[in-house]
């Protein structure tokens, strides 16, 4: 089956590294993504990672992939306010002819001074 | 580029009453996509189109019927609101030939239904 687990919130203080965890559950995904949305707004794709890769970086954001545990991190460095925001982990498996996105209940950071 | 346009913002119905969501891009992407966003439950897909002239069901299309005017515009219709349509809508639209078959969405309507 298809499902995509993470945990609901999370704080942290300013400056600080953030982490947030996902699990996954179809091994057929060619992307594995974090979106994020901001108050009142729709999501914006973060990053992704192709699955035959281990780990990406983006300036401070890394991304970690265990394929074997089906787990994937977003690790958000030197975390700001800014970052405040719901981050979503999402599977893509390929259905027909478009990639179908799978997404978890999201994670709400909260960054404080 | 705009991006993916959806109107209205917010919208109060009230049981029984019907409506359509609309949603267009200029992206020129061939597939496009609604979703609902419920609380603790993140986006669940409602109907999408892969391309102009197809339409396809979703994880939850109860309730919902979709038109995929032409490339650029796919419309949402509720023909007879419930209180379970609660909710925030999202459209969005992709291309395979874009980074990780990025999908870009819209800013979403918030729908009351009394």
């Not at chain 1, 035959?52 to 306010?81: C, E, F, G, Y």
Request: net charge neutral.
């Amino acid at each position: 089956g298809e499902d995509v687990e993470q945990s609901l919130f999370l704080s942290v203080r300013e400056g600080d590294s953030s982490v947030i965890n996902c699990t996954y559950t179809d091994s057929s995904s060619t992307y594995l993504y974090w979106y994020k949305q901001e108050p009142g707004a729709g999501l914006q794709l973060l990053t992704y990672i192709f699955s035959n890769m281990d780990m990406k970086q983006d300036q401070r954001l890394t991304v970690l992939l265990n394929k074997k545990d089906k787990h994937l991190s977003l690790r958000i460095a030197d975390t700001q306010t800014g970052d405040s925001a719901i981050y979503f982990c999402a599977e893509s498996p390929r259905v027909g002819g478009y990639n179908k996105l799978i997404f978890g209940a999201g994670t709400r950071l909260a960054v404080h001074p | 580029n705009a991006g993916v346009t959806q109107t209205p913002k917010f919208q109060v119905l009230k049981t029984g009453q019907s409506m359509t969501l609309q949603c267009a891009q200029d992206m020129n992407h061939n597939s496009m996509y609604w979703y609902r966003q419920d609380p603790g439950m993140g986006l669940r897909l409602i109907y999408y189109s892969a391309s102009e002239g197809t339409t396809d069901k979703g994880e939850v299309p109860n309730g919902y019927n979709v038109s995929r005017l032409n490339k650029r515009e796919f419309s949402l219709r509720l023909e007879s609101a419930a209180p379970s349509q609660t909710s925030v809508y999202f459209c969005a639209s992709s291309d395979t030939s874009g980074r990780g078959n990025e999908q870009f969405f819209g800013p979403g309507t918030r729908l009351t239904v009394l």
